[in-house]
C-alpha cells in the first residue's frame, strides 16, 4: 500500500493533471452553443457553477466527456487530454454566424486533483476557497478551485510549484496515477478514454448525471429520448470484484461481458474492474 493510495482513501492525496485539456468558450452565443451540443443543461448555468456533460454524435455515441465551469464571461470546459483536439474542432464545425470565440489554453495552465475524506480541510489550510456544490468552482486570485469528483486546482504554469509546496504543507501526498487508478475503480469511476469511448451510449454508462432529459433539442437527443423512452439499454457498465490478485487486461471478455479497467486494490484484497454487462430485461 503506497502512501499516495493510502491519502486517497483515508486523508488527502494530490495528483498532478496538468495534461487534462482546457479550452474557454468566450462571446455572446458561447452558452446557446454548449447547451445546443452537450448532454446537460449549460443555459441554467449562473457564474459560478458547472455540470458534468457527454459530447455526443448524431448516432448517440459518446464523443467525449467534459466538465464545463461557468464564469462571468466565458465557459471554461475541461477534457481528458486525448479528446482536446477533436473537441475544439467538433464545435469550430458547429460555429457558423454565432459570436463564439475558442482558445486551446492547456499549454498554459497546471491542473492539479484534491481527493480524499480530508480534502476540503487539506485545501482550507493550503489558503484556498472551497466550493461546497458539486460542479461548482471559486475564483482563488490567478486560480479556480472546482468540485468534481474531488477537487480540481486550475492555475498558471508558472505557479505550479508553488500550489504543491502549499498542499503538501496542508498535509497531502503526492499520489501517482496508478494509486488514482485503483481508487477509481473501487469507488466505480469510469474515464473516458477507458471505460466510455465512441463505442458507448450515454446510458450505457449509468453517468446519468450527464444527461437532462428535458432541456430541447442537442446532438445525440433523439437517440438519447429513444432509449429512455423503450426503458433499457442491452449493456451497462458495472463495478465488479474478482478474486485473486492479477487484474485482467483491458478488452478481456467473459460469458456475460468485456472488461475496460482492472486493478489490485490492497485494501480489498481482490481485483477491482469495470466491465460492460449484459443488461437483464
Known amino acids: 500500500m503506497t502512501p499516495g493510495y493510502q491519502a486517497l482513501r483515508e486523508s488527502a492525496g494530490w495528483l498532478d493533471l496538468t495534461g487534462r485539456g482546457k479550452i474557454v468558450a468566450r462571446g455572446e452565443d ?7 451540443m452537450t448532454t446537460n443543461h449549460v443555459e441554467r448555468l449562473a457564474p459560478g457553477g458547472g455540470c458534468y456533460a457527454f459530447f455526443l454524435d448524431a448516432h ?3 464523443l467525449a466527456d467534459v466538465n464545463l465551469f461557468a464564469m462571468t464571461d466565458y465557459i471554461l470546459l475541461d477534457l481528458e487530454p486525448e479528446v482536446t483536439r477533436k473537441i475544439y474542432a467538433h464545435l469550430d464545425r458547429h460555429i457558423v454566424a454565432d459570436d463564439v470565440s475558442l482558445e486551446d489554453v492547456t499549454a498554459g495552465y497546471a491542473t492539479f486533483a484534491v481527493e480524499g475524506p ?7 489550510a493550503a ?7 458539486a460542479y461548482s468552482h471559486i475564483v482563488w486570485g490567478t486560480r479556480i478551485v472546482a468540485r468534481a469528483s474531488g477537487f480540481l486546482v486550475f492555475a498558471p504554469l508558472a505557479e505550479r510549484e508553488e500550489i504543491v509546496r502549499a498542499l503538501e504543507a496542508a498535509g497531502a501526498v503526492a499520489a501517482s496515477a496508478h494509486d488514482a487508478l485503483v481508487v477509481r475503480l473501487e469507488n466505480g469511476r469510469p474515464r473516458y478514454g477507458d471505460d ?10 449509468q453517468q446519468l448525471h450527464a444527461l437532462h432529459l428535458s432541456k430541447g433539442c442537442y446532438i445525440g437527443q433523439e437517440i438519447v429520448e429513444r432509449i429512455r423512452a423503450r426503458g ?7 463495478r465488479l470484484t474478482l478474486e485473486g490478485n492479477q487484474p485482467p487486461a483491458r478488452g478481456t471478455k467473459f ?7 482492472a486493478a489490485y ?17
Open 118 to 124: 480530508r480534502a476540503a480541510e487539506v485545501l482550507a
Open 127 to 133: 489558503g484556498a476557497p472551497v466550493p461546497v456544490d
Open 60 to 62: 448517440g455515441h459518446i
Open 196 to 205: 466510455i469511448t465512441e463505442d458507448h451510449l450515454a446510458q450505457e454508462t
Open 30 to 36: 458561447r452558452v446557446r452553443l454548449l447547451h445546443a
Open 232 to 238: 433499457h439499454v442491452n449493456r451497462l457498465l458495472v
Open 255 to 261: 460469458p456475460d461481458g468485456e472488461i475496460t479497467s
Open 265 to 281: 486494490s490492497p485494501a480489498l484484497g481482490k481485483v477491482v474492474a469495470l466491465a460492460y454487462v449484459r443488461a437483464e430485461r
